[in-house]
């Protein structure tokens, strides 16, 4: 049985701890509007009293955030259903610590030093940052529980949901994909807050989600084995064809070409015994590309009289104006005739059609895949995508790992060469069986370099990882469950020209996506000018982006403080109300979406938190401690008027204990902390509502000096 033998599952971990991630890069890039309003107020006015509307910002965010996004999360959870907590020790600190976060902000600035920021408080302020991101830290890895090895932590869901197969039958009987489909739905609940922020943003910008709503992998839509590990396929599918004296087949399985050539011309090879007649049928099929459009439906029949090895089919392509997508069609062998004639390996040419002339760039299909030390050799596939022009060559060499040459596979190096509008090549690895049980699978890698004739190599893909294993039945399950996860990761651009035509193209489906993709179409063009993430490993991309959220900051700053001139609105009111709104948009989306499709509540919730907590840390410490080390250097004080700040902050923080409290009892109640019947979700959306309309209608009040 499976549940008592397995071998250890090894991933690849990633350089930044998940959780330190999300609160030291995504924090400051998800808060980057409300933490830069703040830097950029205070050094506009160093030497005077603090400004109001960047702290303005950061508390009304809050409440937003707290308040309003935790009414609609609980009136987005689908009928019937609620979403606990499953993460209590997380969720409490988090929740405490965005308690405290605002509650030490009121004592800095009424109780400690009234109406002014010392230098001590600054740094403490900055300081208590890092000791939050140590604490969560230590919780995500659960430090301080004894015998608790959570480094692999995906490969623990991938095991576990093995073993429960394994509880009922035979691995040899287990079906991959009912594996994958499970581990996938577990997964969905272990979304990072950065995988339910991004989908989010998409929403808003009109693009398709990563993942939509009642996205379910049905039997009909789920990739095959032979989709998610092709080089195993092909070998088998040649070892399966080895029984006809004579094969058909094209020279090479993929085709490139670019529309204004006019005609394309596929190669058909007669193989084995040449000495009599042989006959084969052809047709085109349609795929993206359509027949009569893109290119000329054809039909026939070839004919290979008796020493004739070799025939083309001729197909011609329709060259148009329009700007289009890269197309594909392909072209299908049948009907082989003739004395012990047969088809051979490759009986579907596919034509991929593009536009641009370029020589292309080379890459690896998959960055993982695995094999049986029992499958003799695996064909690794080798695409030159991006165009076909002119003979290019790459070279290509393994590298040892885990797994040895000459005790688990025979190294092999070399050039493969690329004629003009040739697409594909598969590099061969023979692998051997050392009749030994591996207590863990065994990897080399293979790394492409030295591509010629002005080609390239993609970035992250110019190398694979093999693993090798003592279970093929296995390995077609990992494969499959490794695909699935890792479908829709690779959010990264390479050219400024692929951010402008992802930036221009609308991907949705829905009306409402259309609307949002023509609203923030000025912003996504503009934003395209960001360079790429492929530069300097992104930090140029992060750095840049912080930068042009900064300029657009200080524009918003002006406008909201002019805009509350006008209409005679405070300026605390107008950070706290309109600009706040503004900033926690893309964190509504992600936590409404978060809310929907994830089993829990603890990505929706956790990114409410989380994000409440680094904007006082960050968004105010950091300013602090610039404007005090100033003052202090000018032997002056750095005022900070309470006013209506330490009004609003005093206001916060017992509604803030009051909204937490709420779904801390309903969680611990078992009833959730979102969702549960009609009435009662409404009830406490209606009730947090009430609570945001309550501290505005108080701050305002406060402002005009009514209360």
Known sequence: MLATKIKKLKYRLKVWNETVANLTLLALGSSAPEILLAVIETLLTLGEPAGVLGPATIVGSAAFNLFMIS?????????????????????????????????????????????????????????MFPF??????????????????????????????????????????????????????EMIGAKSPLWWRINGTRYMQGKTPLIKKGDKIEKDDRPTVTELNPTKAYHDHIQENTKFKTTLSFSIPQYTVFEDEGSLKLTVYRYGDLKGESSVDFETISGTAEGGEDYEETAGTLVFKAGEKMHQIEVKIVHD?????????????????????????????????????????????????????????????????????????????????????????????????????????????????????????????????????????????????????DDAQRSKIVAQVFALLGKGYDLGTHTWREQFEEA???????????????????????????????????????????????LVTMVIGDLASTWGCMVGLDEGFVGMSVVALGTSMPDTFASVTATQMAPTADAAIGNITGSNSVNVFLGLGLPWVMATVYHAIDNSTYETPAGTLS?????????????????????????????????????????????????????????????
Not at 510 to 537: G, N, Q, R
Not at 650 to 676: D, K, Q, S, W
Request: charged content about 20%; aromatic content about 12%; some cysteine.
């Open 321 to 469: 104006e329009e700007v289009e997508d890269n197309e594909f069609f392909a072209v299908q062998l049948s009907n082989p005739q003739g004395v012990g004639c047969g088809l051979g390996d490759n009986t579907l040419a596919n034509v991929i059609i593009i536009d641009v002339s370029s020589p292309g760039s080379f890459q690896f299909p998959q960055t993982a895949t695995q094999c049986s030390e029992r499958c003799g050799e695996i064909q690794i596939p080798v695409e030159r995508t991006g165009g076909s022009n002119d003979r290019v060559t790459v070279d290509y060499e393994t590298r040892e790992g885990s797994a040895q040459n000459g005790a688990n596979y025979t190294r092999v190096f070399g050039t493969l060469e690329y004629e003009n509008n040739e697409s594909l090549k598969y590099i061969t690895v023979q692998i051997i069986d050392n009749k030994m049980y591996d207590e863990e699978d065994l990897d080399f890698t293979i790394r492409l370099s030295n591509p010629t004739n002005k080609s390239t190599i993609v970035d992250q893909r110019e190398r694979i990882n093999i693993s090798i294993t």
């Open 647 to 707: 009004f609003s902050v005093g206001l916060f923080v017992p509604l803030a204990c009051i909204c937490l409290g709420t779904m801390a009892y309903r969680n611990i109640n078992g009833e959730g902390a979102l969702g549960g019947s009609v009435f009662s979700r409404k009830v406490m959306a209606v009730f947090f509502m009430c609570e945001w309309v309550l501290f505005l209608t108080m701050v305002f009040l406060k402002g005009k000096d009514l209360v």
């Open 132 to 185: 939050l991101v140590g604490i969560a830290y230590s919780q995500d890895v659960r430090l301080f529980y004894a015998g608790v090895n959570t480094t692999y932590k995906l490969a623990a869901n991938v095991r576990s949901a093995i073993d429960d197969i394994g509880n009922t039958t035979e691995l040899a009987n287990a079906d991959p994909e009912e594996v994958a489909r499970k581990v996938k739905k």
């Open 71 to 127: 009414a609609i999360c609980a009136l987005s959870v689908p009928e019937g259903e609620s979403r606990k907590i499953e993460q209590f020790g997380v969720f409490a600190i988090t929740a405490t610590s965005s308690v405290f976060a605002y509650l030490w902000l009121f004592l800095c600035i009424v109780v400690i030093s009234p109406d002014q920021v010392d230098l001590w408080e600054g740094y403490v302020t900055l300081l």
């Open 504 to 550: 221009m193209s609308f991907e949705g489906e829905e009306y409402s996506a259309m609307v949002m993709h023509c609203l923030t179409f000025p912003w996504k063009i503009i934003f395209a000018c960001v360079p790429p993430t492929s530069y300097y490993d992104g930090w140029l991309t992060f750095g840049s982006s912080l930068a042009a959220i900064g």
